[in-house]
């Protein structure tokens, strides 16, 4: 083949109702290698060597962490490298690496397997201390502590209902000015992820009194069952599984 030529390439095999085309263009460029670093949960570094000239525009590397266009980003980079800086504990990532300017890439998907996330065991709190529930969420915006009825806790919703939780240290929260970490993962019933949330506050901030409040901004719309984990400066303290029914 000629670099310097487009080429469409045919693609058959028994059994397919349908041949498929793949597009090449024309001075593609060839990964021929890439380094991941996911040792630990603060962040992915890829890094990555190519034959061929560097793309004009520079490269899009595309990730994804489950298994909708919902669960992937894009990271547009000048030099062959990227960082990751949210990353899901226990999650296998699928990367594609690709040229800004629409180049054809060859060799450029790849993936990696996020660690576990350790128990958390901060500011003198552990997951056995910590209590853990979910509610349909108050209609009141400005929602707090007493609007949750203990006889409204449920673990069965609808794809139109919206969700809260609750985590109540069942000893107390000691108090501290430091930052803190929050993850919300949302996965399904495979361990895949379908949403996650981050944000960041004062540790003493955090509580009501002994009770840590969250919403889920999105409801999953396939019904089934999904966990709930709830992570601390990427550390798990509790995790629960909910039912979405139509």
């Known amino acids: 083949m000629n670099p310097d030529t487009a080429y469409t390439v045919e693609v058959t095999a028994a059994g397919m109702s349908q041949n498929a085309w793949i597009a090449i263009t024309a001075n593609p460029v060839s990964i021929t290698d ?7 949960l603060s962040q992915i570094l890829l890094s990555w060597t190519f034959a061929g000239d560097a793309p004009e525009g520079g490269w899009v590397l595309l990730y994804s962490y489950g298994n909708s266009e919902e669960t992937t980003e894009a990271i547009q980079t000048e030099e062959p490298a990227a960082v990751i800086s ?8 699928t990367f594609s690496i ?5 180049v054809t890439v060859l060799n450029g998907a790849y993936t990696v397997t996020t660690p576990e996330a350790t128990s958390f065991s901060q500011y003198g709190l552990t997951p056995d201390q910590v209590f853990m529930a979910t509610f349909p969420t108050p209609e009141d915006p400005d929602w707090a502590t007493k609007d949750l009825v203990p006889e409204e806790q449920t673990t069965q919703f609808t794809t139109g209902s919206s969700i809260a939780f609750v985590l109540e240290a069942t000893q107390g929260v000691t108090s501290s000015d430091e930052e803190v970490e929050a993850l919300i993962v949302v996965r399904d019933a495979q361990g895949v992820p379908v949403d996650y ?7 003493h901030t955090m509580w009501t009194g002994s009770k840590y409040l969250g919403q889920l901004e999105r409801t999953p719309q396939t019904p089934g069952d999904y966990q709930l984990e709830v992570y601390f400066n990427r550390q798990l303290v509790r995790s629960m599984t909910f039912t979405i029914t139509q």
């Open 98 to 102: 690709q040229a800004a300017g629409g």
């Open 197 to 203: 949330y981050t944000g960041s506050a004062q540790w």
């Open 34 to 40: 890439c380094a991941i670093q996911a040792d630990d």
């Open 86 to 93: 949210t990353v899901l504990p226990n999650t296998t990532y």
